[in-house]
């Protein structure tokens, strides 16, 4: 499939929207990850939380351990000190909780800096050059029959007189039009390439038949 017109000034605008394209995808994945960095961050408190609370609760458990071997009272001095540990590991779970909600935060703020900006950009060029692919491959198509009075030209030559703006029209030799009427195959050619020219493509030199 074609991918770039064959005139170097519609090539260079093809070449430089690719790039344009390119170059706004990695701005805003550079972007997401700054934001999604800089979000991170705050998750640090939940980690210091989680911290302390695993450490209050790994020494009540200790502590209560200890106080579990006392003779007589252990157990009453170990059951506070057991509810410290749980509470310890309650803290660690909010601070858990905490780094994951921010985590989540950060990957959703990432992707939505990403898919927004270039979901939008995309839904610009995808269909302006599909579109011209699509024209391209069927002017290719048409001119598979490169003899002067192939009668795929006069196709092109017949949609040249439809769409080409009136100014590039008066823009042919005098008697286009007229030639086209009578068949003239220099006529034919002139807007065969005019239409094809909108398209950034080249109409070859005619070949010799026989």
């Known amino acids: 499939m074609r991918l770039y017109a064959d005139r170097p000034d519609r090539r260079a605008r093809q070449l430089a929207a690719d790039v344009g394209l390119l170059a706004w995808t990695v701005l805003w994945v550079l972007v997401a990850r700054v934001v999604h960095g800089a979000v991170l961050v705050l998750a640090d408190p939940g980690r210091a939380v989680e911290g302390l609370g695993r450490s209050i609760a790994d020494s009540?458990?200790?502590?209560?351990?200890a106080a579990?071997?006392?003779?007589?009272?252990?157990?009453?001095?170990?059951?506070?000190l057991a509810a410290l540990g749980r509470a310890g590991?309650?803290?660690?779970?909010a601070g858990q909780g905490s780094q994951d909600a921010v985590a989540t935060l950060a990957t959703v703020l990432a992707v939505v800096l990403v898919v927004l900006p270039v979901g939008w950009m995309l839904l610009r060029w995808l269909p302006w050059r599909l579109r011209w692919a699509r024209e391209a491959r069927a002017a290719d198509r048409l001119m598979a029959d490169r003899r002067l009075d192939a009668p795929d030209l006069e196709l092109l030559a017949a949609r040249a007189l439809a769409t080409a703006p009136l100014p590039a029209l008066a823009g042919l030799p005098t008697g286009t039009g007229a030639g086209w009427r009578a068949g003239d195959p220099a006529a034919v050619r002139a807007l065969a390439g005019l239409e094809l020219a909108r398209l950034g493509l080249r109409l070859l030199p005619e070949t010799t038949v026989g």
């Open 60 to 65: 009540m458990d200790s502590a209560a351990g």
């Open 68 to 80: 579990g071997d006392v003779p007589v009272v252990g157990d009453e001095l170990a059951d506070p």
């Open 89 to 93: 590991s309650s803290v660690a779970g």
